[in-house]
């Protein structure tokens, strides 16, 4: 993990390699197109994980109101990154933001990194009283 660094700046982020691994690897954004991806990144506190030599190496973002609420999503190490503790780095970065700071309620939603979150305090509820309104898929 030594040297490898976060940054908000979303003018450092390679848009090419997240777009590529939301949209070809992840299990929840497949098909997702660039422009999506790009709006996002707007609307969002994008966080670029950076190896030693300035490639991009993972992400994640938080949208929030910045006063009661975040959602945390689209955490990604790269595989030939994976193995050295960069997720945890990573959501160590993301937790420690000052907009993140004070709010009521932090969610996300994982099908495979229960452990690592649940290191930062996250929890599945008991009863899931979570209601979602589906749209079309990305502004269709």
């Given amino acids: 993990m030594l040297r490898y660094e976060v940054s908000t700046d979303p003018a450092r982020l390679d848009v090419m390699v997240v777009h590529r691994f939301l949209s070809e690897e992840s299990y929840w954004s497949p098909g997702i197109p660039r422009e999506v991806v790009e709006r996002a990144i707007a609307g969002s506190i994008p966080f670029g994980l950076y190896a030693p030599d300035g490639r991009q190496a993972g ?15 689209d955490v990604f190490v790269l595989e030939e990154h994976r193995g050295r503790g960069l997720g945890t780095f990573l959501m160590e970065q993301v937790l420690a ?44």
């Fill in 59 to 73: 992400y994640a973002r938080a949208v929030t109101d910045g006063v009661t609420f975040a959602w945390i999503g």
């Fill in 97 to 140: 933001h000052p907009q993140l700071q004070g709010l009521r309620q932090i969610t996300l939603r994982t099908a495979d990194a229960h452990r690592l979150y649940e290191r930062f305090g996250f929890v599945t509820p008991p009863e899931n009283d979570q209601m979602v309104k589906a749209g079309a898929p990305y502004g269709d």
